[in-house]
Structures are given as structure tokens and as C-alpha cells.
């Protein structure tokens, strides 16, 4: 699986938008770019995923460039509930849920 | 979504005891669950594939004759630590695949271990 690139931590104003980057130059065509978030002290949750087109859910938006070797999760009106590690995987589509975690962006979210 | 229930909780214990903790997939059946385990201020690391059915896969460095894993059936999954020692204190936490995506992974809530 490609390997990703986060920056360690980010700060983000209650009610703005908070946009997470993730560099994934390596990527390969059956790859795909899924987002996990873990609030402290709980399991992981999952956001979103995308293959090259950009995705949005009730969660989170995700963009991913046109050459696929990065994207960004947007969370559109951070709230203090979404300061979490957050995760960002390059996987292949049939790796059956053999998830590999990097060390994440730590997201703060300030009132 | 899918809900994966994780227990106990939280759990001390006495070094050279044995601990059990359960994964059950609550909603839906999951031929295949994964172990992590996370030591503070580091990232998860995956430590085993379990099964339904069959012995679970390892990941490099872990032993399996101190972290037994059993799978008997297509909702539950259950990880006992062997003969804990201090060093296996930790925060161990579970998770199953939506059965049509199975790259979207439903955690369980983690148990914190702690071995005295």
C-alpha cells in the first residue's frame, strides 16, 4: 500500500472549516484514499473514502487532485467534538480491511 | 452503521494472569476481524487477522502462543493475553468490515489493560 504523508498537528476555530491535507505521491491505480478519525481514548471511526472523484457524506468532504497524489478532508463546520486524530489510508480495493495506520494529523478544534 | 462491541471496557489484572477480551460484530456477520493494539501518544498497530473458522494470521513480532486469538463463530472474536506481564499494559481494540465494503472497518471501543 502507498505510503501518506500528514502534517503532525492542525488548530481550527469552532464553526469554520477545517481542511486536513494527505499526501499519497505513490499511489497506484487500484488504490484507494479512505479517512479514519480517533476521538481520545476510543476506537476508530471511519469518514470517507474516494478513488479519484471527489465524495461528500454527512461527515466530511473529500477532494482528491486530479493526478490522485493528494487530497484533503474537509470537516465544512468544525465543531469541538471533531478535535481527533485523523487518519488518512491508501489502500488497495482488495485488501479486505487490513488496515495500516500512520501517525495522523492531531486536530484541535478551539472555541 | 454497523456496530462492533468491544468488552470489558477496562480491565486490571495481576501479572502472570490471563486476560480475555471480546469482539462481537452486533448487526451483521464478519468472517474476518482484526486485533490492534495502542501504547499512548502512538498510532495503532495492527497485531493479528482472525478468522471465522480457521487460525488467525499474525502480523511479524507478535506471539501468537501470548495472544490467543479464536473466531468460532461469524459474530464474535475473542483475544486472551496470556500470562500478562506489565509490559502487555496497553489500550487493545477491535474491528470488523461492512460485509459489501470490507475496507470500511467498524472499531470497537477498545479495552485499556492494565497488568500490575
Known sequence: DA??????????AEGRAANLPCNHSTISGNEYVYWYRQIHSQGPQYIIHGLKNNETNEMA?????EDRKSSTLILPHATLRDTAVYYCIVIRGTSYGKLTFGQGTILTVHP | G???SQHPSWVICKSGTSVKIECRSLDFQATTMFWYRQFPKQSLMLM??????SKATYEQGVEKDKFLINHASLTLSTLTVTSAHPEDSSFYICSAGEPLAKNIQYFGAGTRLSVL
Open chain 2, 48 to 53: 493479528a487477522t482472525s478468522n471465522e473458522g
Open chain 1, 61 to 65: 468532504s473529500l477532494i482528491i487532485t
Open chain 2, 2 to 4: 454497523a456496530v462492533v
Open chain 1, 3 to 12: 505510503k501518506t504523508t500528514q502534517p503532525t498537528s492542525m488548530d481550527c
